[in-house]
């Protein structure tokens, strides 16, 4: 039911959102970075849209109607901004197994990666502020839409923090291996996907429909608990994973990123895989075999099951969440119709 409910919205928003970006951009110069744009925002699974729409029917109880499209929209660009900017700070040259953004740009100015990396920042601005601009100009009364421009807001701000925090304790990892831990990993989890992901356009579809503020309170701790499962999940696949499977190059082992896997197996490695770990985690160029090793020490050591048991945590806290959510809709609410789409929402992120 919820793959069908996902795949319902998507045909609209990528009409939608097509349309939308066909329309810029305000200069012909920049013709050919603006297709760069859509071309990204093209493939998407359009979960945060689709959230967006099922936050607004929970709490109203009825059909969201065209009004929520933009609004819904709002999401997926900012998302291919987000994008933009992160495939800009991993080095990343795909994503969604196409050239990333920054690539994509470069290849518009014979190949300068100086270049690309500047324009896909730009674009990357432009789609903050036009997903901004969406939201902004969108149908609903204007309390509704102030109130739904702060959770969004909100949302984007704790994305923003959560990226910088990665950055950072990446960074300080490398000169420290004990800001490998699992405060940090969960920390940068919460902030930088769970908000955006779930959270964020839960409560931006409800704030639209004039939600309780119980049931924006419960939206927020059954997204944020989705959320970081669906990261920790993401994490066990960003070290396993070949980039066929996850549309970028390079793992989280070349980057350094903090997780519960490197978290645990420091904590928990013999003193030759540790000291190995401290040598190439984060350290590239790193061979195939020295990849592989890591996954090795991850395996040894436990870090999956570790990660699987603290991810599964998450995701039965999301689950309990629900009662809290159908009881806030009340009479409004389409009761089990709801909390069936969410148990299968929760199942879907943690697939």
Request: hydrophobic share 45%; charged share 25%; aromatic share 6%.
């Amino acid at each position: 039911m919820i793959d069908e409910y996902v795949d319902g919205v998507k045909g609209q928003l990528n009409a939608f959102v097509s349309d939308l970006l066909a329309r810029e951009p305000h200069v012909p110069e920049l013709n050919c970075l603006y297709e760069v744009f859509r071309s990204a925002s093209r493939g998407g699974k359009c979960l945060r849209g689709a959230l967006v729409r099922l936050g607004c029917e929970t709490a109203s109880g009825c059909q969201a109607d065209d009004r929520i499209l933009p609004v819904a929209a709002a999401f997926e660009v900012f998302q291919t901004g987000i994008l933009a900017h992160d495939d800009v700070i991993d080095r990343s040259a795909l994503r969604r197994g196409r050239d990333s953004v920054w690539k994509a740009a470069a290849k518009t100015g014979d190949g300068d990666q100086h270049y690309g990396v500047s324009q896909a920042i730009c674009l990357g601005d432009v789609a903050i502020v036009t997903a901004d601009r969406l939201i902004a100009q969108s149908g609903y009364p204007a309390e509704a839409k102030l109130l739904a421009l702060s959770m969004f807001h909100e949302a984007v701000l704790n994305t923003l923090d959560g990226e910088m925090l990665d950055v950072l304790f990446s960074w300080e990892g490398l000169a420290d291996p004990r800001r490998y831990d699992e405060e940090s990993a969960l920390l940068i989890a919460r902030l930088k996907t769970a908000w955006y992901t779930v959270a964020g356009p839960l409560r931006v579809g409800a704030a639209l429909a004039g939600a309780s503020a119980p049931l924006l309170s419960a939206m927020r701790d059954f997204g944020v608990a989705l959320g970081v499962a669906f990261q920790i999940r993401d994490d066990v696949l960003g070290v396993t994973a070949d980039d066929s499977a996850t549309g970028k190059s390079g793992t989280d082992v070349d980057e350094g990123k903090v997780t519960l896997l490197i978290a645990h197996a420091l904590a928990h490695a013999s003193e030759d895989d540790r000291a190995f770990l401290e040598a190439k985690y984060g350290h590239p160029p790193i061979s195939p075999d020295e990849r592989r090793r890591v996954v090795e020490i991850f395996g040894s050591t436990g870090a999956f099951e570790a990660s699987e048991r603290c991810g599964k945590g998450y995701h039965d806290e999301a689950l309990s969440v629900i009662p809290r959510i159908t009881a806030a809709v009340g009479v409004r609410g389409r009761g089990e119709q709801t909390a069936a789409l969410l148990r299968e929402l929760c199942a879907l992120m943690w697939a």
